[in-house]
């Protein structure tokens, strides 16, 4: 098993609170991605980080904000969470030829 | 708009046959393409991958074909068992930026049936 975690795995917050998810990773891997999944989507790209403090957005980056000043932690910020919100994160390191290794996930919801 | 595409919500088997779960695709650049495999409140496992360039890929039980003219892939499993009762994500990666992204399909559910 890939060695990420995710903190906290369940979640539960009100409209307009700030909410921060932790993804820690022990492989030293350099990329690193935070997804969500919701039902009839698969799942979609939020924003990734190539290194520390070198980030980019991915498909559905509005509303979140992203971290990275450790190689080994990569945090997912929302600022002013909304009920659209509400979805499992998931966060995953890069391997070879295109697999990435998944950490168990954050339940969110926004309520 | 949708570049990989499950269109089978879920598809249920009975033990000891054949799964068939199935993807379809649009763009042509796709370098590799890779099944996932998700249980309930864990993360996705990779389970199979096949490149671009290649027609089969096969791993114990499971097997993937890639159809380039249809843009299509399949993943079967044979024979199925009760603990391949789960979601399947297909999905497609794309090099940009010197880093693979992946870009998913919807999933299918399966369903074993003992």
């Known amino acids: 098993d890939a060695g990420i975690t995710q903190s906290p795995r369940h979640k539960v917050t009100e409209t307009g609170t700030p909410v921060t998810l932790r993804c820690h990773q022990t492989?030293?891997?350099?990329?690193m991605y935070w997804y969500r999944q919701d039902p009839g989507h698969g799942l979609r790209l939020i924003h990734y980080?190539?290194?520390?403090?070198?980030?980019d957005k991915g498909e559905v980056s509005d509303g979140y904000s992203v971290s990275r000043s450790k190689t080994e932690d990569f945090l997912l910020t929302l600022e002013s969470a909304t009920s659209s919100q509400t979805s499992v994160y998931f966060c995953?390191?890069?391997?070879?030829?295109?697999?990435?290794?998944f950490g168990p996930g954050t339940r969110l919801t926004v309520t | 708009d949708q570049q990989v595409k499950q269109n089978s919500p879920s598809l249920s088997v009975q033990e000891g046959r054949i799964s068939i779960l199935n993807c379809d695709y649009t763009?042509?650049?796709?370098?590799?393409f890779l099944w996932y495999k998700k249980y309930p409140a864990e993360g996705p496992t990779f389970l199979i991958s096949?490149?671009?360039i290649k027609d089969k890929n096969e791993d114990g039980r499971f097997t993937v074909f890639l159809n380039k003219s249809a843009k299509h892939l399949s993943l079967h499993i044979v024979p199925s068992q009760p603990g391949d009762s789960a979601v399947y994500f297909c999905?497609?990666?794309?090099?940009?930026?010197?880093?693979?992204?992946?870009?998913w399909g919807a999933g299918t559910k399966l369903i074993i049936k003992p």
């Open positions: 763009n042509s650049m796709f370098d590799y």
């Open positions: 096949i490149s671009s």
């Open positions: 999905a497609a990666s794309v090099l940009r930026d010197s880093n693979y992204q992946l870009i």
């Open positions: 492989e030293n891997h350099r990329y």
């Open positions: 995953a390191i890069s391997g070879v030829r295109g697999q990435q290794y």
């Open positions: 980080s190539y290194g520390v403090k070198d980030t």
